[in-house]
């Protein structure tokens, strides 16, 4: 399907051109949505909308996510003059007629946040200068990426895992909690507000998790992607006292209670690292290469 102003290729059942804006002519209706999907009359805790064909399109771009679940791409056609922002580093390619800007955040404080929260200073914007551009992310890590759709909705999302959004959306480094400072486990969290598309990545595949009204739940901080702000939380260890927590292998926990949704990852980087950590050479040993032991 192409626009018949511009030519550029639009995705199924667009209603406008993301490229030229040129509105396409009238479709049949869309069938209801099933019970609990997310509509823009939706109430709140009613779950976080991922587009089941992982692609939609936003205010002047489109987009697609590829590859997946392990090596997830995303794919972001950008009209003429459009923008989206994304986490430092997360650029895999771009057309050369796309520019690059990065810029502290919210001024020196909002950086200075940034980078306690274990982010990096400076967000990086992508604009298309001239005419219609691409953008393509992905994570450092092997896994998945879910474009969320926000309609004027407040998430959480653990600070690893943003990748980029809609240049509209407000997003601030928040507090995690007192308790899990020590930890060292989900001390900063982002919470990103407003309408728009919003990128997350995750270690592994992404598992969802719904929470009736009251329903309490606990997740790992290191299997945390992004949660609903309907959904309260408090931070603690896994099992009750210093020596059973650490006994039980599992660190600082979130508990979560309802209403609303979670999406967890089903890996854990940080237990990854030290599962191959072994299999490194001391950085102490005079030697070079691996030491696998016989």
Not at 72 to 100: C, D, F, H, K, Y
Not at 146 to 171: P, T, W
Not at 227 to 238: F, P, S
Request: proline share 6%.
């Amino acid at each position: 399907m192409n626009c018949p102003t511009c030519g550029a290729s639009l995705i199924p059942d667009a209603k406008f051109c993301g490229a030229c804006g040129t509105q396409m002519s009238a479709q049949p209706p869309a069938p209801p949505p099933p019970p609990h999907a997310w509509s823009q009359d939706a109430p709140a805790g009613a779950g976080i909308h991922i587009d089941e064909d992982s692609r939609g399109q936003g205010r002047g771009y489109t987009w697609e996510i590829l590859h997946q679940p392990a090596f997830a791409l995303a794919v972001v056609r950008l009209g003429a003059e459009q923008s989206i922002l994304a986490e430092a580093g997360a650029m895999v390619s771009m057309s050369a007629n796309v520019e690059l800007q990065s810029q502290m955040k919210g001024g020196l404080m909002g950086a200075l946040k940034r980078a306690v929260g274990g982010e990096s200073a400076f967000v990086s914007t992508f604009t298309a200068r001239g005419g219609p551009g691409e953008v393509t992310l992905a994570p450092g890590s092997p896994g998945d990426i879910a474009g969320i759709e926000l309609n004027n909705q407040l998430f959480y999302v653990q600070s690893s895992s943003y990748l980029a959004g809609d240049a509209g959306l407000v997003v601030d480094t928040k507090w995690g909690g007192a308790k899990s400072f020590f930890g060292g486990e989900g001390l900063f969290v982002l919470q990103v507000s407003g309408a728009g598309l919003l990128l997350v990545s995750s270690f592994g595949a992404i598992h969802r998790k719904r929470l009736a009204a009251g329903e309490r739940y606990v997740v790992d901080t290191g299997h945390l992607v992004a949660w609903e702000g309907t959904t309260n939380y408090t931070l603690r260890k896994a099992a009750a006292g210093f020596i059973r927590s650490m006994v039980s292998g599992e660190g600082v926990v979130a508990e979560f209670t309802g209403p609303g949704e979670i999406l967890i990852q089903t890996r854990n980087l940080a237990a990854f690292a030290g599962l191959m950590k072994p299999f490194f050479p001391s950085q102490g040993g005079g030697g070079s290469g691996f030491s696998l032991g016989g």
